[in-house]
């Protein structure tokens, strides 16, 4: 009998350990970072109060006060910089620039762990601090957003009707759909320790990722959307980016790019010209 309780004990054990890694693979690396030398444009550094009393880090790229403004949001782990491929093509397009850092990304404030819901309070908090630019006139703000960022863009727009226009790149429909197929990627058994992770978020977290799920609030979103995706992607399956549209239904355009992944649809050919027709037209 001892010998089962002793094998029980190591399983309990042993759960108890990955169930503590697969939590803390979830903290995003912190990537700080530096103004590049040599940019084609000017970046004014600004700080911008968000949720909790913290503060984003943040590039303000101003270029006309009756210009609306885009603002780009990156991805997991990543930082302001990862828009830069974004920010150069844009910079003679007559558009207002901002990228900023999500918090507990880059050189923004830590906030517990990083999630859509807190990317798309970062982005409200970005809209509120340039509303208060005496600078700007023109209100409208149209957003880029890759992977969580495309989705905490989506989130926005569904609560924020001074977003107009919505540009993702690799967006996430449902995030327990994806987070469990990354996690079955790396053989991790859905019950107990994924099912255990969900109801975590659940609880411990308030994340309810049925509620927060994109798909569920693309619908009531005033914006018109521009949705990319990859066929090839492995990090989140062009699935996702068709159960975005078939919930945005028509105010949403759906481009599934062949041969592209997770992070390189910006190389394919006649990108940025369907993009910034997007938000030309």
Not at 1 to 13: E, H, P
Not at 184 to 189: M, V
Not at 209 to 231: C, N, S, T, Y
Request: charged residues 20%; hydrophobic residues 45%; positive net charge.
């Amino acid at each position: 009998m001892w010998l089962i309780y002793l094998l029980l004990a190591i399983l309990i054990l042993g759960l108890s350990v990955l169930f503590f890694l697969i939590i803390k693979g979830f903290e995003n690396p912190v990537a700080k970072h530096e103004v590049p030398k040599g940019l084609p444009f000017q970046v004014h550094e600004v700080r911008i109060p968000t949720q909790h009393n913290k503060m984003l880090y943040a590039w303000w790229i101003p270029v006309d006060d009756k210009a609306p403004t885009i603002i780009f949001i990156h991805g997991w782990g990543r930082n302001a910089q990862r828009m830069l491929s974004y920010l150069k093509r844009f910079k003679d397009k007559g558009f207002n620039m901002m990228a900023f850092d999500a918090r507990s990304h880059g050189n923004s404030d830590q906030d517990g762990y990083a999630n859509l819901v807190k990317f798309s309070e970062d982005i409200i908090s970005s809209m509120n601090y340039l509303e208060t630019q005496s600078e700007i006139t023109n209100k409208n703000f149209y957003l880029v957003g890759l992977s969580i960022g495309g989705a905490a863009s989506i989130y926005a727009a569904a609560h924020d009707p001074r977003i107009k226009k919505v540009v993702t790149v690799g967006a996430f429909a449902h995030p327990g759909v994806v987070m469990r197929k990354q996690l079955g990627d790396h053989h991790i058994p859905y019950f107990p320790l994924v099912w255990l992770l969900f109801n975590y978020l659940r609880i411990f977290q308030k994340l309810d990722l049925d509620v927060i799920a994109p798909e569920k609030h693309i619908g009531r979103a005033k914006a018109q959307f521009l949705l990319i995706h990859g066929e090839q992607d492995q990090t989140v399956p062009m699935e996702q980016g068709k159960r975005l549209k078939k919930a945005a239904g028509e105010k949403a355009e759906l481009w599934l790019i062949p041969g592209r992944g997770h992070s390189d649809c910006h190389f394919e050919r006649g990108f940025w010209e369907r993009v910034t027709g997007f938000f030309n037209n």
